[in-house]
């Protein structure tokens, strides 16, 4: 169980094209979703939280109106780039938790999907 | 705000022998402590977890760690290393029940190469 998808796992677009990333959660109903973005050989930055059904909370330095964020469906997120950009190219990984108010909530972390902006 | 510190960024070691992998924390509130590991191209799996109780956490593929609040370090240790244990490791830590939103703060990772 706790199984979380990323699609596509690679891609490549030309410059100024824009990028959707989609993630879900297969087997669970994930009120909370993150992304995060990491560059070769560092760590793991979270961009945002997003909520089902309400606007995703974006972490300091993150531009909202490049990283488009979607949360429809307990099941689905969706992760935009807009205008892509060399420099947006990067490995940029989901993870989905189920919130339970008063308890530890674990996250649960897909596969990743490889961005290459040429 | 909290904060890891991994200082190794590289672990060399020969299969069969012991390892052990630094993580060290900074915050001014209880904390929950986790170990994920990551293999090339692929997302993070959690290798254990420290929310409260006993002190010694015992994870999947014979991993264990220590929770040391005076330290306040969270070491990752393993007495027999294998080939496939070859990847990345991230220590993560996440305020606990009281605030945070279980929002994970990573350290840089430790890249792990076993030897033969």
């Known amino acids: 169980g706790a199984v979380v998808s990323q699609h596509p796992s690679r891609v490549i677009c030309k410059s100024g094209t824009s990028v959707k990333i989609e993630c879900r959660s297969l087997?669970?109903?994930?009120?909370?979703m993150f992304w995060y973005r990491q560059f070769p050989k560092k760590s793991l930055m979270l961009m945002a939280t997003?909520?089902?059904?309400?606007?995703?909370?974006?972490e300091q330095g993150v531009e909202k109106d490049k990283f488009l964020i979607n949360h429809a469906s307990l099941t689905l997120s969706t992760l935009t780039v807009t205008s892509a950009h060399p420099e947006d190219s990067s490995f940029y990984i989901c993870?989905?938790?189920?919130?339970?108010?008063?308890?530890?909530?674990?996250?649960?972390f897909g596969p990743g999907t490889r961005l290459t902006v040429l | 705000a909290q904060s890891v510190t991994q200082l190794d960024s590289q672990v060399p070691v020969f299969e069969e022998a012991p390892v052990e992998l630094r993580c060290n924390y900074s915050?001014?509130?209880?904390?929950?402590l986790f170990w994920y590991v990551q293999y090339p191209n692929q997302g993070l799996q959690l290798l254990l977890k420290?929310?409260?109780?006993?002190?010694l956490v015992k994870g999947i593929n014979g991993f264990e760690a220590e929770f040391n609040k005076s330290q306040t370090s969270f070491h990752l240790r393993k007495p027999s290393v294998h080939i496939s244990d070859t990847a990345e490791y991230f220590c993560?830590?996440?305020?606990?029940?009281?605030?945070?939103?279980?929002?994970?703060?990573f350290g840089t990772g430790t890249q792990l190469k076993v030897e033969l």
């Open positions: 915050s001014s509130v209880s904390v929950y």
């Open positions: 993560a830590v996440s305020l606990g029940i009281t605030g945070g939103g279980n929002k994970l703060t």
């Open positions: 997003s909520n089902e059904g309400s606007k995703a909370t974006y």
């Open positions: 087997d669970f109903q994930a009120t909370t």
């Open positions: 993870s989905a938790r189920v919130r339970v108010a008063g308890s530890y909530n674990e996250q649960f």
């Open positions: 420290y929310l409260s109780g006993s002190t």
